[in-house]
C-alpha cells in the first residue's frame, strides 16, 4: 500500500487526484475526517492521524510499503517529520520519499532561513535513517501566484519586493506526475530529483504572462520589501510567517537570477508546464471571477 501524508494541502491533494484520475489505489493522511471529503474519489482510501502524535498513526502506517511525506513549511516542520520517519520505521515502512523543495535562484544557501534549513535537516534524517529514500525536491510552485490575484483583479498590479529578479516556478501539476511515477515506479531509492519550471522569468514577465491569460492589463510592482511585509501581517499571516516571507524574498532579491533544471520532467517524460498554460488554467482566478477552490492545482 501507498500512503500520501499532507493530503489536503496544495501538492499532496494534487498527488491524490493523480492517483485517483489513473484509478490507481492510494491511502491518504488527513488531520481531521472534515479535509477527507476534499480528496474523496473512488480508490482513495482517507485515515485520520497527525504526524506529531505516533500514536494516531496505527490505521494510516498498516501495511503500507511506501510513503511521500509532505507537511507545510511552518515551524513544527522538523519535528514533524522526524516523528513520522520514526513512526514509520517502526510501522514497517520501507521507502519514504520526501516532498522537499530547493530555490531556484543561484547561489541560494538554504542553510540560511529557517524552513529551507529544516527541510534539509529531516533530509539528513531520513538518509540516516535506515529507509530507503527519495527526495522530490521543487522549485516555488506556480500556484503560490495565485496567493496574488485578489490584487491583480482588483487594481491590475503584481505588487512584489523581488526588483529585477528571476524565479523559475514549476506547476504542482507537473510535481504530482513525477510524484506519481516515482510512488508507482521502481529504481529511485537513493534519488535526489530537483524540478524547477521551463523558465525563468522576471516579475515583468509573470505580470505579462497573466495579463494576456485574463485580456487585462497587469503591471508588476516592485514593492519595497518592507511595505510588502506589512501587507503580509495585515493579511492575517502569523508574524514569524510573515517574517520568514519577507528574509525568503530578500535572498532571492539579492541574488537576482535564476536557473531551470528541466533533467526531471525528462526522466519521467512530464511535460514542462509554461507560465502562460498555468495562467490560462487559472485566468478566472486571476480576473477575481471565482475563488481558488480548495488548494489550487
Ligand atoms: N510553497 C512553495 O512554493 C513550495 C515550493 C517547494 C516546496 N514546498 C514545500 O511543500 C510542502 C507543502 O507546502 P504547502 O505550503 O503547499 O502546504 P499545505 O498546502 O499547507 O500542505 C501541508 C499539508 O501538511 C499537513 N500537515 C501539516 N502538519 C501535519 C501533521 N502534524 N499531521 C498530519 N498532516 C499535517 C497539512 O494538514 P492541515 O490541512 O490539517 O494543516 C496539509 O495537508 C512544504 O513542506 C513546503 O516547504 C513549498
Known sequence: MLLITGANGRPGSAVVREFARRGE???????????????????????????????????????????LMISGA????LETQCTFIDAARAAGVRHVVKFSGQDSVDGFDPERFRSTRSHEQVQRYLSASGLAWTMLRPSQFMQVYLEEAADIARVGELRLPLGATTLAPVDIADIAAVAYRILTTPGHEGRTYRMTGPEALDMDEVAGRIAAATGRPVRYVDVPPEERHRQWLAAGHPPPRAAAFAQLFAERRRLGRSSVHLDTHRAFGVRPTEFADFAARHAAVFRGAAAVAGPPA
Open 74 to 77: 511552518g515551524p513544527l516542520l
Open 25 to 67: 489505489p492510494v491511502r491518504a493522511l488527513v488531520r481531521s475526517a472534515e479535509k477527507a471529503s476534499a480528496i474523496a474519489a473512488p480508490g482513495v482510501e482517507t485515515v485520520v492521524g497527525d504526524m506529531l502524535e505516533p500514536d494516531t498513526l496505527g490505521p494510516a502506517l498498516t501495511g503500507v510499503d511506501r510513503v
